[in-house]
């Protein structure tokens, strides 16, 4: 069974920085990309970022782009998310996706067959 296990959460004040990371129980090479997402309360879940698991080939939301850095560690199936510059409406549950399809848009829900639980980021102004 494949279990994805987000951590690196937190409380940061805006402006602050923090890395999340997920670790994965199946062989990244048996992945074909993995994401980020992001819902806070009473909103949508949406995609933060996603990174294909061979060419390293990163995908950004718009929100993301030039803040939030995706990368992998094959070596250790294990994706991290570094958040920069943190601004109070980054606050959400972050959690952490997996996809084996060949085919699909990583920023999309529906493109990920594998979930993790979430890990909390809160920011204060």
């Known amino acids: 069974q494949v279990q994805l296990v987000e951590s690196g959460g937190g409380s940061v004040q805006a402006g602050g920085s923090l890395r999340l990371s997920c670790a994965t129980t199946?062989?990244?090479?048996?992945?074909?990309?993995m994401g980020w997402f992001r819902q806070a309360p009473g909103k949508e879940r949406e995609g933060v970022a996603a990174?294909?698991?061979?060419?390293?080939?990163?995908r950004y939301a718009d929100s993301a782009q030039g803040r939030f850095t995706i990368s992998r560690d094959n070596a250790k199936n294990t994706v991290y998310l570094q958040l920069n510059s943190l601004k109070p409406e980054d606050a959400a549950m972050y959690y952490c996706?997996?996809?084996?399809?060949?085919?699909?848009?990583?920023?999309?829900?529906?493109?990920?067959?594998?979930w993790g639980q979430g890990t909390q980021v809160t920011v204060s102004s």
């Open positions: 996706a997996a996809a084996t399809m060949a085919w699909g848009n990583p920023l999309a829900v529906t493109g990920y067959n594998y």
């Open positions: 199946i062989d990244t090479y048996g992945l074909n990309y």
């Open positions: 990174i294909y698991m061979r060419s390293r080939a990163t």
